[in-house]
Structure formats: structure tokens, C-alpha cells
């Protein structure tokens, strides 16, 4: 079947089932084509929570579908694929937490939202790239505060607000290929550009940038920059968006091995079989959901 063809197929019947169809800004281009919006984390979460839909169709990797039905859990939330997970979320377990929590009796536990369920039923706070600053920068002054788990996301935060904060030491493989290097090499062949360059980069990497966002944010700097040029430190998916929003400016990645391979799992033959079938339903115990939520409505209601 050509693009086209499944393309139709899947509005189709989203339409003829009334489903809301969420993509994030990393996913392969025809399924973000396909999707009623586009959007980073929080922008996703935000939707998710306020959509009265009874079918949600995550496209995306594991725990924004779990955020999504925590948030909405009267609506039905499905995952084209039930293998997109995480390898940053992967790295903090809530045993982990828990340890780290006894450690440290009075701290306020703020985690981003690449995490697990559990995870953030064991925390005061959940945070994106995209309000992280502000959500620490809420928190009340000389209070210890645990940040996890993406180290390189905490010392972003760190480093804006001058506060200091327990870190966990988790990553994503995928921007830590980002290097200074890489970024010198796309500056030598693209003068003019900016540097934008997401904050789960290393510290190093990212006080090279013109700006460091969330890659809605991204999108953001590149509208409104006097600029035609711009030189993209993120998940490649992101190029796809940009170029299609503002398609008079250039945009030029880092590197071409900025992809996250669980955010190209999800097809559209994947998107289709998920409607047809129904499958594959995500699912949070209710106590968990319970636990995580307070966490994840604080995250969203924060503006
Ligand atoms: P954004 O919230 O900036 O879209 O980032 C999501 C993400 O998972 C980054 O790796």
C-alpha cells in the first residue's frame, strides 16, 4: 500500500471512530502527517489530559502513552507498538528512587516525564524539557531537591537557577552523540546558522548553543529568530516538523546519527493495525495512576 492509500485508511477510521491521534515531534514523517496534532511532551500531555475523546492513539514512546491514560484515565489510550520504550526512562527504577528518597528524608523529588509510571507515583513533581526551569524554579528556597532521571536535563536546570540539586545519573544515548565537535564541524559548513541544540544535551554541548529548548521550543526560536538558518541538535525527527512548518528557513542536523530508534518503531501500517484492532492498550494499575497523577497535574497545570 503506498503512503497515500494508508494514510487515508488511518484518518479514515480515526475519524469513524472518533479517535484523537497524537504525535510527537521525533516520529517517522507520515505518521506525524497523519496525526491531528504534533507536538513536544508537555504540548502531548497537555492535550491528552484535556481531550474529551474516548480513543486516544499515542503515537509516541511508552511512558507518554502511560502519561496520556494517567492523565485521561476515562479514555481509552492506545500504542501502535507495545516495544517503544525509553533506555533514559529504563535508568532510574522506583526501588532506586526510593533508596535515594530515604538518603535524603527532606527533599522534594521532581522527575522528568522520561520515566516510568512507577517512578513517578513515588514523586512531588514531573517536569519536561520544556518547563523544568520553572517547575524547580517553584519550589520553595533552601528545600533539597532530587532531579531525576536525566542528568544533563538537571544540570541545565542547575545552571539557570544557580541551585543545586541531587542528581541521578541517567542520559539519553541518543543526544549524548551529540558532540562540540559535530557541532563545529556543522558551524564550519553553515556559517550563518543558529545553534539549537535540546537539553538532555551535555553540558558542554549545550553552552555552545544560541539556545537550548524542548523541541517545541525549538520550533518556537526558529519562528521567531531573524534567521534563515539553523543547525538542529535533537532526534532527526524534529527536522521533518520544522521543515514543514516554516518552509522557507534551512534547518541542517548536528549529525545524521541523532535517531532514536524506539520513536521510529511506530509505522503507519503499525498506526492502521492499531485502529483496526485495537491493540495495544495501555494500562496503569489505579494505584499507581493515583500516585503519578497529582505529580503529572502539577506538570501540566503549570503555565
Ligand atoms: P520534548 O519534550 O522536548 O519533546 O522531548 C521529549 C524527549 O523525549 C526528548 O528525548
Known amino acids: 500500500m503506498t503512503t497515500e492509500t494508508l494514510s487515508e485508511k488511518v484518518r479514515a477510521l480515526a475519524q469513524s471512530k472518533g479517535a484523537l491521534l497524537l504525535a510527537h515531534n521525533y516520529q517517522l ?42 492523565l ?32 535524603h528524608p527532606d527533599a522534594l523529588v521532581v522527575t522528568y516525564v522520561n520515566s516510568s509510571a512507577e517512578v513517578k507515583a513515588e514523586s512531588d513533581y514531573c517536569c519536561t524539557s520544556g518547563n523544568a526551569v520553572k517547575v524547580v524554579a517553584a519550589l520553595p528556597p533552601g528545600r533539597e531537591v532530587i532531579f531525576g532521571p536525566d542528568q544533563s536535563l538537571g544540570q541545565f536546570v542547575s545552571g539557570r537557577l544557580g541551585r543545586e ?85 534551512r534547518f541542517y542536523p548536528v549529525s545524521s546519527l541523532v535517531t532514536c530508534p524506539n520513536m521510529k518503531i511506530n509505522t503507519l501500517e503499525k498506526v492502521l493495525r492499531s485502529l483496526e484492532t485495537g491493540q495495544y492498550e495501555v494500562d496503569v494499575s489505579d494505584k499507581i495512576a493515583q500516585a503519578a497523577r497529582l505529580a503529572l497535574r502539577r506538570m501540566v497545570e503549570l503555565v
Open 72 to 103: 485521561n484515565p476515562s479514555a481509552t489510550v492506545l500504542e501502535p507498538a507495545p516495544n517503544a520504550g525509553c533506555p533514559l526512562a529504563d535508568m532510574l527504577t522506583a526501588e532506586q528512587l526510593i533508596r535515594l528518597k530515604r538518603e
Open 165 to 249: 540539586l541531587i542528581l541521578w545519573r541517567g542520559y539519553c544515548p541518543t543526544h549524548h552523540r551529540i558532540t562540540v565537535d559535530a557541532i563545529d564541524e556543522a558551524r564550519r559548513a553553515h556559517p550563518a546558522a543558529k545553534v539549537v541544540v535540546h537539553p538532555e544535551c551535555t553540558p558542554d554541548v549545550t553552552a555552545v548553543a544560541d539556545e537550548v529548548a524542548s523541541t517545541a521550543g525549538i520550533l518556537r526560536y526558529a519562528a521567531e529568530t531573524p534567521c534563515d538558518e539553523y543547525i538542529i541538535g535533537t532526534e532527526n525527527g524534529m527536522l521533518h516538523r520544522l521543515a514543514k512548518e516554516l518552509p522557507k528557513k
Open 29 to 70: 514523517g507520515e505518521v506525524q502527517d497523519v496525526a491531528d496534532f504534533v507536538g513536544d511532551s508537555l504540548e502531548l500531555a497537555r492535550k491528552a489530559a484535556a481531550s474529551d475523546a474516548r480513543l486516544i492513539l499515542f503515537c509516541g514512546v511508552r511512558f507518554m502513552a502511560e502519561t496520556a491514560k494517567i
